[in-house]
C-alpha cells in the first residue's frame, strides 16, 4: 500500500513540474522583443519629434566642469565619471511643441549590457542653453543629457576599460523601446 502510495505522489509531483515547465515556456515564448536599435549618428523618427546624436563622451568631474564650466556636479565619489550626450531635436509636428513635451520625448536613460542609469535632469538644466520658449514646428535644438557612472556600479576589470563599454542612450521605453548606439569620443 505505502508503495502505491509513493508511486502516486510522484506520479502528481512530476506530471505538476512538467505543467509548470510547460506553462513558463508557452509564456515566454510568446514573449517578443519590440526593441527598436539604432547605429550612433542615425536619425530615430519619433512622435512629432526626431532625434540623432551628434556626440557622446564620458569624461571625468574635472573634464566635465572645464568642458561646460558647471561647477554643480553629482557624484557618489571624487573619481566618478559623467556620461554625457548631446541630442539633435527635430520638430516634425505641424505646430510648436514645449519644452516639456519635447522632454516627455527625449528624457530616459543610458544603458550598457550590465548597467542602467536615469538622466540626472538637475546637471543637464546648467548647461543647456534653449533659444526660444518652445520648439517652433521644423526648427532644431540640440540638448545635452547627463548621467552619473558611478565606481561602484561596476567590477574592478569593466571600471578600468570603461570606455570600451557599449553604451546606449534610450529615450523611450513604451510603445516600443527605442535604443541609440553610443560611441563616446576620448
Known amino acids: 500500500m505505502k508503495r502505491i502510495l509513493r508511486f502516486s505522489v510522484a ?15 508557452s509564456v515566454n515564448s510568446a514573449c517578443s522583443d519590440d526593441t527598436e536599435r539604432y ?3 542615425e536619425v530615430v523618427p519619433g512622435q512629432d ?3 540623432h546624436c ?13 568642458r561646460f564650466g ?4 553629482y557624484v557618489l565619489e571624487p573619481g566618478d565619471r559623467l556620461l554625457c550626450v548631446c541630442l539633435n531635436v527635430r520638430n516634425i509636428s505641424g505646430g510648436p511643441l514645449s519644452w516639456d513635451e519635447v522632454m516627455d520625448r ?8 550590465t548597467w542602467f542609469s536615469a538622466v540626472v ?5 546648467n548647461i543647456n542653453i534653449f533659444r526660444s520658449s518652445q520648439l517652433d514646428a521644423g526648427a532644431d535644438q540640440d540638448i545635452w543629457y547627463v548621467t552619473m557612472v558611478s565606481r561602484v556600479s561596476f567590477s574592478q576589470k569593466t571600471w578600468d576599460n570603461i570606455n570600451g563599454e557599449e553604451f ?13 548606439k553610443l560611441e563616446p569620443d576620448d
Not at 546606449?168 to 541609440?180: G, N, T
Open 168 to 180: 546606449w542612450y534610450v529615450p523611450a521605453l513604451e510603445p516600443v523601446k527605442i535604443m541609440m
Open 70 to 73: 558647471d561647477h554643480e556636479v
Open 49 to 51: 519629434i526626431e532625434m
Open 121 to 125: 535632469p538637475g546637471m543637464g538644466q
Open 106 to 113: 527625449t528624457l530616459g536613460g543610458f544603458e550598457s549590457v
Open 11 to 25: 506520479l502528481i509531483v512530476m506530471c505538476a513540474v512538467i505543467f509548470w515547465c510547460g506553462r513558463i515556456y
Open 39 to 41: 547605429e550612433a549618428g
Open 54 to 66: 551628434m556626440e557622446s563622451h564620458i569624461y571625468s568631474v574635472d573634464e566635465y566642469k572645464q
